[in-house]
């Protein structure tokens, strides 16, 4: 059963699990459509067991998305009902050929990929400069469990705020970030939220079109919208076996 829980959030009352892997689980999209995909995964849930999904349209590009996702984490602790894992989630670019169109994308390393300077020797990221950070990783049996049971690719999902449009600019990002599968505007926004509460991160994206020249004839968002239900339906089993205090990087 789906409901509305408030204005832009959907509650899902529960996801099958056994009794000892009662995790909350925050899902941020960027906009209803992806959220709305999502929703559908849990449709006919009995709500007799196991903690709720929270399924957030946080907003477009990685501020957007922080903000959101702070406020939902702030106010379910402030509740006495805190997430036990944040999930950002949607359609993205796929790097061709690794991740075609139409394919699942888990993310083993979000990465933002634009935070830093440009500098006459290239782009030297935030870190270079002694600030911050630049990647967060997902809790390494969570993205294996869930790669296996959904067939998708695990890699490297970058972020950026500028969609990238050019072949020369998509040759850039892979120079620079060899494992790089896809390419969204929201994961480490969400990421950052979530490590400023201490809680684990996952990203996962449906590939809807190539990174790189902006073809939309050849987009295929319908397709990416279908996996990202498929996927979200398979999630139930991989929480089951998750152990939630595993130790992240």
Do not use: C
């Amino acid at each position: 059963m789906v409901v509305q829980a408030e204005e832009g959030l959907l509650t899902i009352p529960a996801i099958p699990t056994t009794p000892g892997a009662r995790v909350r689980v925050l899902v941020a999209t960027a906009v209803p459509v992806e959220r709305d995909a999502v929703a559908q995964a849990f449709e006919g849930a009995d709500g007799t067991d196991g903690g709720p999904v929270d399924i957030i349209a946080a907003g477009v590009g990685p501020a957007a998305s922080a903000a959101s996702v702070a406020s939902a984490l702030t106010t379910a602790a402030l509740r006495g009902t805190p997430y036990g894992l944040v999930v950002s989630t949607g359609i993205a670019g796929g790097f061709q050929p690794e991740a075609p169109v139409g394919s699942l994308v888990v993310a083993d390393e979000i990465t933002v990929a634009d935070l830093g300077a440009e500098t006459p020797d290239g782009f030297v990221p935030v870190t270079g400069l002694g600030f911050g950070t630049v990647t967060h990783r997902p809790p390494e049996t969570l993205v294996r469990d869930l790669t296996a049971m959904t067939g998708a690719r695990s890699g490297t999902v970058l972020t950026v705020s500028t969609v990238t449009g050019t072949a020369e600019r998509a040759a850039e990002l892979r120079a620079r970030h060899p494992g790089a599968l896809a390419e969204s505007m929201e994961g480490f926004g969400v990421a950052e939220a979530a490590a400023a509460h201490g809680v684990p991160v996952l990203e996962i994206r449906a590939v809807s079109n190539p990174v790189g020249p902006r073809d939309r004839a050849a987009w295929r968002i319908g397709d990416a919208l279908a996996a990202l239900t498929e996927a979200f339906g398979k999630l139930a089993p991989v929480l089951e076996s998750w152990n939630p205090h595993e130790p992240t990087n």
